[in-house]
């Protein structure tokens, strides 16, 4: 007998539940609604181990989106680039910061994004223009980080140790502690010695002491004796500034007294070459005229009357006679 089952209705039932189940799945994940998801990114600086792609970001401990993609930031190999999905009605603002947070003891960790008090929403872009949420290593980071370089210190101290704690070492300060146990017992039998010693000191001390307070009343004599010097060379400064003044000042005036002798000896010059000889001339006329008064004055006191008739003429010479009597006879014919 044949069976009678219809396979293709089989597998068209099939299917259907298949895409019942796939619709209700979808349905129970996104809550009967389409979800819209805005894209950012953040820029990691420490470890992100237990962050996978699909990994969950929360806001303050509630789930706004998830990680897309986890890379190496190519421009630059220090840092891990997170592309994140997070609801776009979720109000990302300035002062929001993202942080990775372990989730509980599965060794996954999510991010948690902290923030947004700030009114001024978030602007800040990298180069392909996605906007960039800031990373802020959490308090467990730090810890680990604080925690490897702790143990790396001590590390350095314990291979330093071993190295202070060698054989040689060892042997160095056994004989180190030897010595030192020889100079105690040095030390021990020299005791009277070293008192001795310590008593000398004392009184070198003392005398010392001695000698520098008698230095320093030494030290402020000279520096009065310094004083008085300085005032004396001030003194000589300003004494040898006055007699520069006054050998200025007869310098000057020597200059003025050869000035006025060159004047003087021009205008003697002068007087002998012009004036002189003009006074001597005139010293002979008046010689002269004193003579001729002289001999005038003689006369008229010899001869009074000359002033009336002038002077009696000169008797004629030899042989001026005769010639004076024909001139007078030619003057007197008519």
């Known amino acids: 007998m044949e069976s009678k089952i219809n396979y293709t209705a089989v597998g068209a039932f099939v299917m259907l539940l298949g895409l019942g189940f796939a619709v209700l799945l979808y349905w129970l994940v996104t809550g009967g609604k ?13 470890s992100v181990a237990g962050l996978t792609e699909n990994s969950s970001v929360l806001y303050r401990g509630v789930s706004v989106g998830h990680v897309t993609q986890i890379g190496i930031d ?7 680039k997170i592309l994140v999905a997070l609801d776009a009605s979720l109000p990302i603002r300035a002062d929001t910061v993202a942080q990775l947070r372990p989730q509980g003891v599965t060794g996954l960790s999510v991010l948690n994004l902290t923030g947004g008090k700030s009114a001024q929403p978030l602007d800040r872009r990298n180069s392909d223009g996605d906007l960039v949420i800031p990373y802020e290593p959490s308090i467990f980071s730090r810890l680990e980080g604080g925690l490897s370089d702790t143990m790396v210190k001590i590390t350095r101290v314990t291979d330093r140790v071993d190295q202070l704690m060698s054989e040689h070492n060892i042997q160095t300060i056994g004989a180190i502690l030897d010595n030192v ?13 070293i008192g001795e010693f310590i008593a000398a000191a004392r009184q070198t001390a003392q005398h010392t002491a001695r000698l520098t307070q008698s230095t320093i ?17 001030v003194g000589l400064k300003e004494a040898l500034s006055a007699t520069k003044t006054a050998a200025n000042q007869v310098s000057d005036a020597s200059q003025s007294t050869i000035r006025l002798t060159t004047t003087g000896t021009t205008m003697v010059q002068r007087l002998d070459q012009r004036v002189l000889p003009e006074l001597s001339g005139l010293i002979d006329q008046l010689q002269q005229a004193s003579l001729a008064t002289t001999r005038l004055l003689n006369q008229l006191s ?15 010479g030899p042989g001026e006679a005769g010639h004076a009597n024909a001139s007078s006879s030619s003057r007197n014919s008519p």
């Open 34 to 46: 389409q979800q819209q998801f805005t894209p950012y990114v953040i820029y990691a600086t420490d």
């Open 74 to 80: 190519p421009h630059n190999p220090g840092r891990i």
């Open 181 to 193: 146990h020889t100079v105690t017992q040095t030390l021990a039998d020299h005791q009277a010695d």
């Open 217 to 233: 009343t030494l030290v402020q004599q000279l520096e009065g004796l310094t004083d008085r010097f300085s005032r004396s060379i």
């Open 302 to 316: 010899d001869n009074p009357s000359r002033i009336l008739y002038g002077a009696a003429p000169l008797p004629p």
